[in-house]
């Protein structure tokens, strides 16, 4: 009888234990995010996600802007178009110029509104990015997002993380950057080089292509003169009988 008892109560702790896990979990992926597609080097390009759940169950979200750090601020922003949703990119003029592939910067994009859309209790959606060039001064970038649902509420993604404390209850999308690539910052190249590598590669392959090619036709070619001298000879052995 005890140990049946203790099984249940086993099983019960259990189950509060496995739907705390649950909870907790669901409060984590709750907020909104920001995720590189691949990696986010510093002084380099890269592609982000920004990851928007719809936290309540009687409304939709409807709207998202996202403000961009005006200590490290981005030349090139470029949003992929989602759709059902309309885009602006707001820029502003910098207090100190840009410096880019030799080129002078005098703005910024500041600011990104995604709106008329909708996405679902329950849902999420996800709105791309390419950004760049990233600092090379820091660790990560922080960006401010503000979540309007169908009937007015905003939430302020806004409080910033800070290192060795809890995670804010609003915390503000951080992305996190890795160390500069090895060869320079300049991502347009490498597609390039990898196709010119490429080129070289065909180019080094076509005399043996070629090569093979003639080989077979060779060999195919004394196959069918074989066969030829072998019918005639056959053909006037059975004129002669």
């Known amino acids: 009888m005890n140990a049946a008892r203790s099984r249940t109560r086993l099983a019960v702790v259990g189950s509060v ?10 409060t ?3 907020h909104v995010t920001v995720q590189p597609e691949g ?5 380099g390009y890269a592609v982000v996600d920004f990851k928007v759940p719809n936290e309540r169950d009687n409304a939709k979200t409807v709207k998202l802007e996202v403000n961009f750090p005006t200590d490290h601020p981005l030349a090139s922003v470029m949003p992929q178009p989602v759709p059902g949703w309309n885009v602006e990119v707001t820029k502003s003029k910098l207090d100190k110029p840009l410096t880019v592939h030799g080129k002078q910067i005098n703005e910024a994009v500041t600011k990104v509104t995604w709106s008329g859309g909708t996405i679902e209790a329950g849902q999420f959606q996800k709105f791309p990015l390419s950004i760049g060039s990233l600092p090379s001064d820091t660790d990560q970038l922080v960006f401010k997002a ?5 009937n007015n509420e905003v939430v302020r993604w806004i409080q910033e993380p800070q290192k060795g404390q809890p995670e804010p209850a609003n915390p503000a999308p951080t992305l996190k950057l890795t160390a500069a690539a090895a060869g320079g910052d300049d991502d347009d190249a490498a597609p390039a080089a990898n196709a010119s590598a490429t080129g070289k590669k065909a180019e080094a ?6 090569d093979t ?3 077979v036709l060779g060999v195919v070619g004394i ?3 074989a066969a030829g001298v072998a019918f005639g000879v056959f053909a006037g052995r059975r004129r002669s009988a």
């Open 213 to 215: 090619t003639a080989r």
């Open 28 to 30: 984590a992926f709750a």
């Open 17 to 26: 234990a496995a739907g705390s896990v649950l909870l907790l979990s669901g």
């Open 146 to 150: 503000l979540q309007t649902y169908d």
């Open 223 to 225: 196959a069918v003169g």
């Open 205 to 210: 392959a076509s005399p043996s292509d070629t």
């Open 39 to 43: 990696a986010a080097a510093k002084g």
